[in-house]
């Protein structure tokens, strides 16, 4: 499978802990994205790497919150300190900037999502 | 302030009707909107994207930017169609994806 891939797939944590997840985009893609879904709703930007760089990061992203994407590949989302409000469904997603004609186009292809529980 | 909305959280028709489902949007300038649907158990994939005026699946979404509008279509609803549907625009600073709250079609036999 060639997609973009989130592990751990499923994760349950007691309120305070760290938890960290991973996301490896489909490897010619250059953009890298992080999103929060919550029950009910669609998904919320958290974050954006272009390359290693981290262009964007949106208000929902608190000081407990880090991105990183070292490489330019992988990314890793870790939460410090989590709280029950954190509980959702994560989800990263990946695209190739596109060259040249309209900018921002190119389709986001998302991974399978990783879903925190908070207890 | 950009914003997506779809009024509808739940649609349920029976297959061989048609099926409307509605998203408006806010947006200043020339918007890029998507539909995006997620299958149950499956990762949110694209279904259509205005620039592109494919029909996939059978379903259509005409942009009309007088109504901020950019309803998802089908005139004759499938079983296979039940799924939750996402409406999206691409913000006009960057590249990330603005959507909607979902709309879940139910496609009753």
């Known amino acids: 499978d060639t997609g973009v891939s989130q592990n751990p797939r499923h994760k349950i944590t007691k309120r305070g802990q760290n938890v960290t997840f991973r996301c490896d985009p489909i490897?010619?893609?250059?953009?890298l994205y992080w999103y929060r879904q919550t029950l009910g709703q669609g998904p919320e930007f958290l974050t954006y790497f272009q390359n290693e760089a981290q262009l964007e990061k949106s208000r929902l992203l608190s000081d407990r919150f880090s991105a990183e994407r070292p490489k330019g590949s992988f990314s890793t989302l870790e939460i410090q300190r989590t709280e029950q409000g954190d509980s959702a469904m994560y989800l990263c997603?990946?695209?190739?900037?596109?060259?040249?004609?309209?900018?921002?186009?190119?389709?986001?292809?998302f991974g399978p999502g990783t879903r925190l529980t908070v207890l | 302030a950009q914003r997506v909305t779809q009024p509808e959280k739940l649609l349920s028709v029976f297959k061989g009707a048609p099926v409307e489902l509605k998203c408006n949007y806010s947006?200043?300038?020339?918007?890029?909107l998507f539909w995006y649907v997620q299958y149950s158990r499956q990762r949110l994939q694209l279904l259509l994207r205005?620039?592109s005026r494919e029909s996939i699946k059978g379903f259509t979404a005409d942009l009309n930017k007088g109504e901020t509008s950019f309803h998802l279509k089908k005139p004759f609803a499938q079983e296979e169609d039940s799924a939750m549907y996402y409406c999206a625009l691409i913000d006009n600073q960057g590249g990330k994806l603005i959507f909607g709250q979902g709309t879940e079609l139910s496609v009753k036999p």
């Open positions: 947006y200043s300038g020339s918007p890029e």
């Open positions: 997603a990946s695209s190739r900037r596109p060259s040249g004609g309209l900018p921002f186009t190119d389709t986001q292809y």
């Open positions: 205005h620039i």
């Open positions: 490897s010619e893609h250059n953009r």
